[in-house]
């Protein structure tokens, strides 16, 4: 559907807002698309109406989501629609927003719009992540670990080692870009010095991103203090505030998080993402934190690269314990990404 398509341009981008597309036809002619581009911004069947004038009396409006019916940082675009002369709107899935949720359909049906919903299963899959946060207030977690045939994530004594090709490193941006916000933590950011941001097809796209950093260790060199669109420090209550004060005035934000016996409470962390409004965050980190991850049930997706190489016994280890990672899994996939194999998991969270 061409305003899914649409509305795939700005995943990512959009939120605490879903991201929408829309299409204007008439007679069987595409007179205009449109698409959600951020927060704040005019909604995707406002830019598809804004140059139509009254060529768009009696068109058909399509959009991948039911049109809104409140104020927020824009006006509804329920009123665009109804001052703009459609005849009839078709959208793909149902806002589950309270504020909207039938709202949107029902106003425009009240103004004598025909305004129904043709339900499509990829609109659905599309959205998951917006209904989740519109109902937990929380993102969805979606994690990616390389690995070699014998499990091991690093050389002796924890030697970074390139482990995957060009092919599976497209599928990190891909991801990276489709995300609202990067999760890592102070041990890859002090071992590999990532630049966590988008590079793809010659275009560079930083992304928000938060560092799991107990202790506010990140070194002032990180080059991650360039690369990110914002970057911020999740620590413990108990942390030197002199190392507070000095990471704010430099511009990063820092949020004191409460701890567990095994480090950071995640689901503090995750409850605080969702705040910021994040629907889809992508997590990249070390073997220990993806453990903790999966045994906490906290991800919704988990990507295992494997690469065809074995690194030895001495090598380190994914995994610290045996993870029982298909008992909880409800699909899984495996696929040749070039010369190396993704296991693809998804998991189903409360």
């Given amino acids: 559907m061409e305003t899914l398509a649409l509305a795939s341009e700005r995943r990512g981008f959009c939120a605490p807002n ?16 449109g ?20 060529s768009v009396r009696g068109a ?23 001052a703009s002369g459609i005849r009839e ?23 004598g719009i025909s305004c129904e919903l043709i339900p499509l299963a990829e609109a659905e899959s599309f959205y998951e992540s917006y209904a989740y946060w519109v109902q937990h207030q929380r993102p969805l977690i979606t994690a990616k670990l390389a690995m ?3 499990g091991k994530i690093a050389g002796p004594q924890g030697l970074t080692v390139l482990l995957t090709g060009e092919t599976l490193r497209y599928h990190t941006h891909s991801w990276r870009k489709r995300s609202d916000a990067i999760l890592t933590t102070i041990n890859t950011l002090m071992n590999d010095d990532p630049q966590l941001n988008v590079r793809l097809a010659g275009e560079v796209v930083p992304k928000p991103v938060y560092v799991l950093d107990s202790q506010l260790q990140l070194p002032k060199t990180a080059r991650i203090l360039t690369t ?19 990471w704010v005035a430099a511009g990063v934000h820092c949020k004191a998080v409460p701890a567990t016996s095994q480090g950071l409470d995640l689901m503090a962390i995750l ?34 690269y494997i690469a065809p190489i074995l690194l030895g016994e001495q090598a380190l280890s994914a995994f610290s ?30």
């Avoid at 929408?20 to 069987?28: E, I, R, T």
């Avoid at 959208?91 to 949720?101: G, H, T």
């Fill in 18 to 33: 879903p991201s929408v597309g829309a299409v204007v036809v008439k007679d069987g002619v595409v007179l205009a698309r």
């Fill in 35 to 54: 698409r959600h581009w951020a927060a704040g911004w005019p909604h995707a069947e406002v830019e598809a109406l804004k140059d139509l004038g009254g």
């Fill in 60 to 82: 058909t409006l399509y959009v991948s989501l039911e049109p809104c019916c409140h104020w927020g940082k824009t006006p509804p675009c329920t009123e665009r629609i109804m």
């Fill in 89 to 111: 709107v078709y959208y793909a899935w149902q806002d589950p927003n309270p504020k909207v949720a039938g709202k949107g359909a029902e106003v425009l049906n009240q103004a």
């Fill in 148 to 150: 070699s045939l014998d």
């Fill in 228 to 246: 990110a669109a914002t970057l911020t420090l999740f620590h413990a209550e108990k942390v030197d505030s002199k190392r507070v004060r000095d």
């Fill in 271 to 304: 409850n605080a993402l969702g705040q910021d409004g994040w629907h889809d965050v992508w997590v990249e980190v070390g073997g220990r934190a993806f453990q903790a991850f999966l045994q906490q049930r906290l991800l919704h997706r988990a990507f295992f």
């Fill in 321 to 350: 314990a045996p993870i029982p990672l298909l008992e909880n899994a409800i699909h899984r996939q495996w696929r040749a990404m070039g010369e190396d194999g993704l296991y693809e998991l998804e998991f189903a969270v409360d």
